[in-house]
């Protein structure tokens, strides 16, 4: 019977590149394995499937009776709904350490790096496999997304070093130009509904029983936003209202400027910006240097909420 590969729901790059670079590896040393989604594609994703000639994973939200590895996150609330009813084999991530648990021993790679392909390249070097040209440039630019073009502070040598070492398998001479188409689609934002944006990169935490969403936007120029605020945090105050979170955010980062405009909707909106040493101005507020959601937004939040 073969095995799933999934990231978590609302896949990013990361997740749905883990999924195919680990499933290929799994299968190649003698486990075969099947890349999976828990979402459908963001337009950046689509790009990077687009470029090197590769379908998306199939489209799988249930899990139950089946085996599967987990990628790109470690949290129940990101995970498939039923995977209590799984045999969970495995987990590969880079983020804090979540509340999911196993009934069986398991395979477990999580390192304090900028993206779980990095952990991938780690495993692939681990068992001394090649990785193949197409697949090493989609990891390639799951970590150029993670990483933010190596500006997130999350970005470590480690991974500057996977992508040396990738664009060379994979044939890129300026990856860093390829880093920037890839993050101008992104930016493509115009004409899209707004609940679309707000869902495009975003999370549900479960601090301490208290529920933050937390949403992200990358763009290389903030100013596209300019007409769109108030129908951002509209739409967020909706959500809110739909999902019962004790606060929204959302994060408009801008990856030239290096920082993020946060937009706030709170049950608390003073407790939540304790996280930040910073006031709102209409539900804004500019944050200098925050580029990570999961370095920079979450841990302040968590401790706010301890
Ligand atoms: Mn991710
Ligand atoms: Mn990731």
Known sequence: MPVYVVGHKIPDSDSIVGAIALAHLKTQIGEEAIPARLGQLSPETQFILDKFGFAAPELKMSYAGESLYIVDHSDIALAPD??????????????????????????????????????????????????????????????LSDTVIF???????????????????AGIEDFKALGMEMFEVKSAVLNTPMRDLVMRDFKNFNMNGVKIGIGQLEVIDLAIFDQMKADLQADIAKLKQEEGQHSVLLLLTDIMQEGSELLLISDDVDLALKAFDTTTVDGKAWLPGVMSRKKQVVPPLQKVFA
């Not at 350490?97 to 196993?102: A, E, F, K, P, Q």
């Not at 790096?113 to 390249?121: A, E, F, L, R």
């Open 82 to 143: 039923d995977i209590a009813e799984a045999t969970l084999l495995g987990i590969v991530d880079h983020h804090k350490l979540g509340d999911l648990t196993s009934d069986t021993p398991l395979e477990c790679w999580i390192r304090p790096v900028g993206c779980s392909n990095t952990v991938i390249k780690m495993m692939y070097d681990f068992h001394q496999v090649a990785i193949p040209k197409d697949i090493a440039g989609m990891m390639l630019c799951a970590i």
């Open 151 to 169: 500006k997130s502070p999350t970005c470590t040598t480690a991974d500057i070093r996977c992508v040396e070492a990738l664009a060379e398998m």
